[in-house]
């Protein structure tokens, strides 16, 4: 009975807190994740009563559910993937790792929980998109929300660093790993609520800008490889944007709220934005306006000059600051060859506040949401909290920046109150579901080859043992081979296996074959008549045969 009455006082409370940030007006992602809170508390008060959940009963008769009887599907915003999509995500990553390598990255690996006290910190306003776990052994834990830094979340990467940053003061680290985060879904446009992160990080004391432009370095020659289609990576300075706030009048401690709302216009048009600044966030009009101005602005870094010339601007130091490291950037940029790729775009803020210099993202066409009517919002599918994907676009495939003070804000402080340790970082996370969804448009899904299996060892009679000798064989020889396991198949069926799994050479024995010490070797996409019974090989050639064909191709 005490559980039922705490379980009420529950639902309650979360009724009382949800109607208190609708007052508050309050993000709608912060609302909508408070009701998916609401809404497990009332469905676990419907199974403790044995009733429909509140709406339920009107939607269809109850019915009579068999004992140990449940639905077959994944919880929503996870997927299944099968094998010819695994063969494409296998391709993401390890091109991925290939560039983060080239660069000198090393690995590390943490636990996919955390602490709750140091995942949420003190900055608990979204807190509701991390998934918590029950205490057990005396420990209250989360999972974790991403790899690298946020300055709302605590994540493994600063951890990391506050706890052994005197060993690890100057490195570069990448880190492959799934995140959780209870947001929103929109599945075919790779918002979803597991995910895998890619994250490359230079944390250390260096010479300014040197590892920001390496890091845009990196992601340029990551989504070139991966061959997502034209790109472009969005830059600003959040020196450049504080000091444009300053200069518009906007009050301190506005400046962050104010970013956030800036940060809408990649999905917003500027008059929804300024209407937030103005009406829900207390900025004055001719402050709006004159924000209006300078976000509206971008270009390349012609850009510098034209915000050189704004002697307003220039004369506040935040401002002059980040314009220098700006134009300190662009010519290393144009060293490493990648500046045609950056656009300068002072609409891009990057509302989370723990960034402290240059901030970076790379969109696609597919970036961006749909055109919508006039009015019309990304929305929610009716009965549920996942989005409707005719309304959402893929968003940004990698984004970043450079943070300075996260991990000292967690290493404590010494007498003076400074931070024990001071571990300058910059680092790019790209979006490996968002390019997962933008590869998989492009391709059919029966033309992926899923397997690697090169060879298919067949025979005309039977012939098992000799055809498991011959796989044998191949495989000392590194060479990816398979054979079908019926002890006398057709060697029609033995073909079809070969074009149902994309394998393109076929070993075919027989017993006359055997006799003379040879094999057919047949190339299964040859469509030349005078090679369909495949080239007859020594059998001493035939590891060398095949390595040399398989290298041509």
Not at 3 to 31: F, P, Y
Not at 403 to 414: A, H, Q, W
Request: aromatic residues 8%; charged residues 30%; neutral net charge.
């Amino acid at each position: 009975m005490a559980d039922r009455e705490a379980l009420d006082k529950s639902v309650q409370e979360q009724g009382n807190k949800i109607r208190q940030l609708k007052t508050e007006k309050a993000e709608k992602s912060v609302i909508d994740a408070e009701v998916a809170v609401l809404k497990d508390l009332k469905a676990q008060l419907s199974a403790m009563d044995g009733t429909p959940a509140a709406g339920e009963a009107s939607k269809k008769p109850k019915e009579k559910v068999a004992k140990n009887s449940f639905t077959l599907k994944v919880a929503k915003g996870t997927k299944d993937y099968n094998d010819k999509e695994m063969a494409i995500r296998e391709k993401v990553f390890s091109t991925i790792t290939t560039v983060f390598k080239k660069h000198g990255a090393v690995t590390i690996d943490t636990p996919v929980f955390e602490l709750k006290e140091v995942l949420t910190g003190k900055y608990g306003e979204d807190s509701k998109l991390i998934y918590d776990l029950k205490d057990q052994g005396g420990e209250e834990c989360s999972l974790r929300y991403d790899l690298t830094v946020c300055f709302v979340y605590l994540v493994p990467f600063a951890r990391f660093l506050a706890m052994n940053g005197k060993e690890y003061q100057n490195f570069k680290r990448y880190h492959i790993a799934k995140v959780y985060r209870r947001d929103q879904p929109a599945m075919t446009k790779g918002r979803m609520r597991e995910f895998y992160q890619c994250d490359f990080d230079i944390a250390g004391v260096y010479d300014p800008m040197i590892p920001d432009a390496e890091i845009l370095r990196i992601v340029v020659e990551a989504l070139t490889a991966l061959d997502v289609g034209e790109f472009t990576v969005k830059l600003n300075h959040r020196k450049i944007l504080d000091g444009i706030f300053e200069v518009c009048g906007v009050p301190a401690e506005k400046i962050r709220p104010i970013s956030s709302a800036v940060d809408k216009l990649d999905k917003l048009p500027w008059e929804d934005v300024r209407k937030e600044m103005v009406q829900d966030k207390g900025l004055s009009p001719e402050s709006a306006d004159q924000i209006g101005e300078f976000v509206k602005l971008k270009g390349g870094k012609n850009l510098l000059d034209i915000l050189y010339k704004n002697e307003k601007l220039t004369a506040n130091a935040s401002a002059l600051k980040g314009l220098d490291d700006m134009k300190l950037l662009y010519s290393y940029l144009e060293a490493f060859g990648v500046d045609h790729r950056m656009s300068f775009d002072l609409s891009l803020a990057r509302g989370l506040d723990y960034y402290t210099g240059i901030i970076y993202e790379a969109v696609t066409e597919k970036s961006a949401p749909p055109k919508l009517a006039e009015g019309q919002r990304p929305s929610v599918k009716k009965g549920g909290d996942e989005l409707d994907e005719s309304t959402v676009g893929v968003g940004s495939i990698a984004a970043g920046g450079r943070y300075d003070e996260l991990v000292g804000m967690f290493s404590g402080t010494n007498k003076k109150g400074e931070p024990n340790l001071k571990i300058p970082c910059v680092g790019i996370s790209i979006g490996v579901e968002r390019v997962f969804s933008i590869l998989l448009a492009k391709q059919k899904l029966e033309d992926i080859k899923s397997n690697e299996v090169q060879v298919l060892v067949a025979s005309m009679s039977g012939l098992l043992p000799e055809r498991m000798q011959i796989a044998r064989e191949l495989w000392d020889a590194d060479v990816k081979a398979s054979y079908m396991f019926k002890v006398k198949p057709k060697l029609q069926k033995q073909f079809e296996m070969c074009d149902k799994d994309q394998i393109p050479l076929c070993v075919i024995i027989g017993e006359d074959e055997l006799a003379k010490g040879e094999v057919k070797i047949k190339d299964m996409r040859s469509k030349d008549p005078s090679q369909s019974g495949g080239a007859t090989v020594k059998r001493s050639d035939m590891i060398e045969y095949i390595k040399e064909y398989l290298a041509r191709q």
